[in-house]
C-alpha cells in the first residue's frame, strides 16, 4: 500500500461523564488503550487510540468527560476536551442513550451548534433502552444537531461498533499515516502504567474514595533480565484517605498493585516489578509537573 492508497485523520470522541467513550475507543482500537470505570470523569487526558481499517488509519483523541468544572484540575480536563473537538478532522459525540439528555448533555448539544467539524452521533449502550425510547431520543438529538450520520452502538456488547468504524475509516481525508502499523496509542509507556494503576484504585475504591487521585511515577528502570521495575506513589488529599487506599494490614495495597502489576505486564509485554507507597498531599492537583505528566495543560 502506497501513500497515495491510504488515509489518516482525529476523531475526538467526546461527550458527557460515563457515556462510554472509554469502551468505544478500546472497541474500535481493538485492545485495551484506555482506562474503564464506572465512575465518572475517570478519564482526565487526551489519550490517544490508533485504529486500523483497511487503508485508514483512525486517530481516536479519547478526551475527558464535559462537565461543570468545579476547581483547576475540571477546567483543565473540559479545556482538553473541547481542544480535541477543534483539533479534529471529525467530532463522534457518544451519548448514554440509558440516561438520555441530561443537563451535561445540554450544554455539549447548545456548544456544537456553531460547529465546523463533521459530527457523528453515537448512542451508547443500547441494550439498556427501549426501542421506543431510543427513537424517540434518536429523532430528538437529530432535530437540534443535525449529525451527519447517527449510529445505535453498544461499546461494551460490540454491537454497531464495526459498522461506526466503517463510517470513521470512509469519513478521515485521504494522506499518509502518522504513526507506525503496530502503534495503538500515543501515549507513553510510563502514561499507561500510571493510568493503568490509577484505574485499580478508581475500580477498587471508588464507591469509598472522592474524586481525589493521582499516580505520580517516581522512577522507572530495566532489569537486566528483561524486566522493569516500577515505583510509583498514589497521591491523595487526606490522611483518611490514605488509610484507606492501604487498607487493614496493607491488603487494599497490596491488591490494587498485584491487580495493577498484571495489566502493566500484559501492556509491556514483560515481567513487572510494582512497588507502590501513598503519599498525603492536600494540593496535589496544583502540581504543574504532574498536569505535564497526565498529558493536561495548566489553566487558570
Do not use: C
Not at 77 to 95: E, H, K
Not at 206 to 223: F, G, N, V
Request: hydrophobic share 45%; no cysteine; charged share 25%.
Amino acid at each position: 500500500m502506497t501513500d497515495s492508497d491510504q488515509k489518516a485523520g482525529f476523531v475526538a470522541v467526546i461527550g458527557a461523564p460515563n457515556a462510554g467513550k472509554s469502551t468505544l475507543v478500546n472497541a474500535l482500537v481493538g485492545q485495551k488503550v484506555a482506562i474503564v470505570s464506572p465512575k465518572a470523569q475517570t478519564t482526565r487526558s487526551r489519550l490517544m487510540g490508533i485504529a486500523i481499517h483497511g487503508p485508514a488509519q483512525i486517530l481516536l483523541v479519547d478526551t475527558p468527560g464535559i462537565f461543570e468544572p468545579r476547581r483547576r484540575l475540571d477546567r483543565a480536563m473540559v479545556a482538553a476536551a473541547w481542544t480535541g473537538a477543534q483539533d479534529a478532522d471529525l467530532i463522534l459525540l457518544v451519548i448514554d442513550a440509558a440516561a438520555g439528555v441530561t443537563g451535561e448533555v445540554e450544554r455539549i448539544v447548545a456548544s456544537l451548534a456553531e460547529r465546523r467539524h463533521p459530527l457523528f452521533l453515537a448512542l451508547n449502550k443500547i441494550d439498556l433502552i427501549k426501542k421506543p425510547a431510543l427513537l424517540a431520543l434518536s429523532a430528538d438529538l437529530t432535530g437540534r444537531l443535525n449529525p451527519d450520520k447517527v449510529f445505535m452502538i453498544s461499546a461494551a456488547q460490540g454491537d454497531g461498533v464495526a459498522d461506526l468504524k466503517q463510517a470513521l475509516a470512509d469519513g478521515i481525508p485521504d494522506g499518509p499515516w502518522l504513526y507506525p502499523e503496530d502503534e495503538v496509542s500515543d501515549a507513553t509507556d510510563r502514561m499507561i502504567a500510571a493510568e493503568l494503576t490509577r484505574e485499580q484504585v478508581v475500580n477498587q475504591l471508588y464507591q469509598e474514595l472522592p474524586y481525589a487521585a493521582a499516580i505520580e511515577t517516581e522512577t522507572w528502570s530495566d532489569r537486566p533480565d528483561g524486566s522493569t521495575e516500577i515505583r510509583q506513589q498514589i497521591l491523595v488529599e487526606r490522611d483518611s484517605q490514605k488509610a484507606i487506599v492501604i487498607g487493614k494490614g496493607g491488603r487494599r495495597l497490596k491488591q490494587i498493585g498485584s491487580a495493577a502489576r498484571a495489566e502493566i505486564a500484559e501492556h509491556l509485554g514483560r515481567p513487572v516489578h510494582l512497588f507502590l507507597h501513598v503519599k498525603v498531599n492536600p494540593r496535589w492537583d496544583e502540581d504543574r509537573g504532574l498536569y505535564r505528566e497526565i498529558g493536561l495543560d495548566w489553566t487558570e
